[in-house]
């Protein structure tokens, strides 16, 4: 039974969340998933990652927070960090739902939640470091322009105690410790993955009922180093977690493996076919610019490869145009109130309107070329994963004449759980060729 008015959400304001994205994106759908799935995107999210998105979740949201003449009024828009976390407030704008989940991107969920529908707004988890206070990284919600329009009030007047959108929620929905304990979630919709770590005792009793995994803090899943192999991170890595996180992390590192590297892989078979022979196919990257609808003038200097990573197919000159051919964007809506999606869109996709070209014409540095999968490629599943392509060509859902918003910002400073990534980066200019290189072989 599909019930299209409630939906599971999350967010990803860069490429590296959206690996977080895809994989919670997929172990959703592999439980039989039963609501829609929607996930809020910035403009700094770049056109491979849409794709991908776009062939796991219904609804690709791009929400774009200095577009908003509310939020230049923010004082404490001022504190970069803190971009990040109003944009998961956008969730509240999805009026077309009538009641979502959302869950941080950096949640693996391990059995069907559905039953979480049944509770009201505001549910959450205590947060295992002040359980006095909810955990903001699972939580039911009731989409209201409203509520939405009471918490920026409420983040102008107050700002929020810990800098960011957990202690926001926290006093915005401050009754939440006593009023009423059907909105406390049990623990199981929110296991802090190093819980098993604090609390042994409490893990192995009820451990093996847990729904919801949440890799909160700072490291992630993807700054962990797997060994495909053996199946597992390694141990070195894992440090104090001890051997219950690893058994989560070997389970997030399986579903990204098994699950979301495929669609990598089925990108590359569109490109390939999309411009066969052609010389700036750079491994199947046909829209690596920040701006997704390029002239074929425009040149593409950073967009492409560089020069030492290693490919399958030869990066192109550094002055060759972008190439105008690939697989169109996915559609995103750029408005800020509603969240609706326009009529007359095919299923699950909410259009784009057209405005005008960018002016943010240079090509984003940080554009994942086409991953570098030559040494994984024994290691995948020859299966396709379940996903949205199964329903219809996501071609229907795409549009190549898609263009950004006009303001084209960049994410604040690296969140405290993003400070590996620059070191990522480093190592290559692409986020899944960066996943790759912590693929251990
Ligand atoms: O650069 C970023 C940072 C965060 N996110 C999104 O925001 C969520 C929250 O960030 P995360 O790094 O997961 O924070 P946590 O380590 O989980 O820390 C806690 O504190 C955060 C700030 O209050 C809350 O958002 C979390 O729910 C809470 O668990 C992520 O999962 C993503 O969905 C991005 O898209 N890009
Ligand atoms: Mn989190």
């Keep these: 039974?599909?019930?299209?008015?409630?939906?599971?959400?999350?967010?990803?304001?860069?490429d590296i969340y959206c690996q977080g994205a895809l994989v919670l994106g997929q172990s959703l759908r592999s439980h039989r998933l039963t609501r829609r799935l929607v996930v809020l995107i910035t403009p700094q999210v770049s056109g491979p990652l849409r794709l991908l998105l776009s062939k796991v979740f219904d609804e690709v949201v791009e929400v774009n927070l200095m577009d908003s003449e509310d939020y230049v009024h923010l004082a404490f828009l001022r504190r970069p960090e803190l971009g990040v976390t109003l944009t998961k407030l956008h969730c509240w704008r999805l009026?077309?739902?009538s009641k979502c989940v959302f869950l941080d991107a950096d949640t693996l969920v391990l059995a069907n939640i559905d039953e979480l529908f049944e509770r009201g707004e505001f549910s959450a988890a205590?947060?295992?470091?002040?359980?006095?206070?909810?955990?903001?990284?699972?939580?039911?919600?009731?989409p209201s322009l409203e509520t939405?329009?009471?918490?920026?009030?409420?983040?102008?007047e107050y700002g929020s105690f810990d800098g960011a959108d957990q202690g926001l929620l926290n006093s915005f929905f401050s009754n939440w410790p006593t009023a009423d304990i059907r909105k406390h979630l049990p623990f199981i919709y929110n296991l802090s993955s190093s819980s098993a770590y604090t609390y042994g005792p409490a893990f192995k009793q009820f451990g093996s009922s847990a729904k919801v995994v949440h890799f909160l803090g700072s490291t992630k899943p993807w700054n962990y180093k797997y060994n495909p192999r053996?199946?597992?991170?390694?141990?070195?890595?894992?440090?104090?977690?001890g051997q219950?996180?690893?058994t989560f992390l070997n389970l997030w590192w399986h579903t990204y493996q098994s699950s979301v590297l495929p669609l990598y892989e089925t990108l590359r078979a569109v490109e390939t076919h999309a411009c066969p022979g052609h010389a700036v196919c750079p491994s199947g990257v046909a829209v690596p610019c920040a701006n997704p609808t390029p002239s074929a003038a425009?040149?593409?200097?950073t967009s492409t490869p560089s020069a030492g990573v290693p490919g399958a197919n030869p990066a192109p000159e550094a002055d060759q145009?972008?190439?105008?051919?690939?697989?169109?964007e996915p559609k995103v809506k750029v408005e800020e109130t509603p969240l609706v999606p326009d009529e007359g869109h095919s299923e699950g996709t909410v259009g784009c309107p057209e405005t005008g070209t960018s002016p943010g014409t240079t090509c984003d540095p940080l554009s994942p070329p086409y991953p570098q999968f030559a040494d994984l490629t024994e290691t995948q599943t020859a299966s396709q994963p379940e996903n949205k392509a199964e329903s219809g060509p996501y071609e229907k859902t795409l549009d190549a004449s898609q263009e950004r918003s006009a303001e084209f910002t960049r994410d604040p400073g690296p969140q405290d759980g993003l400070e590996v990534v620059p070191k990522l980066f480093a190592l290559s200019d692409g986020v899944a060729t960066a996943m790759a290189s912590h693929l251990l072989t």
């Design 95 to 97: 009026t077309h739902y």
């Design 1 to 14: 039974m599909s019930v299209v008015d409630q939906a599971f959400v999350t967010l990803a304001t860069n």
């Design 148 to 156: 939405h329009k009471r918490m920026l009030q409420h983040a102008t």
């Design 230 to 241: 053996t199946g597992s991170v390694s141990e070195q890595s894992v440090g104090l977690g």
């Design 126 to 142: 205590s947060d295992p470091g002040w359980p006095d206070c909810f955990n903001s990284g699972v939580f039911v919600f009731q």
């Design 298 to 301: 425009e040149p593409c200097a």
């Design 321 to 328: 145009p972008c190439p105008t051919r690939g697989p169109p």
């Design 244 to 246: 219950h996180q690893a």
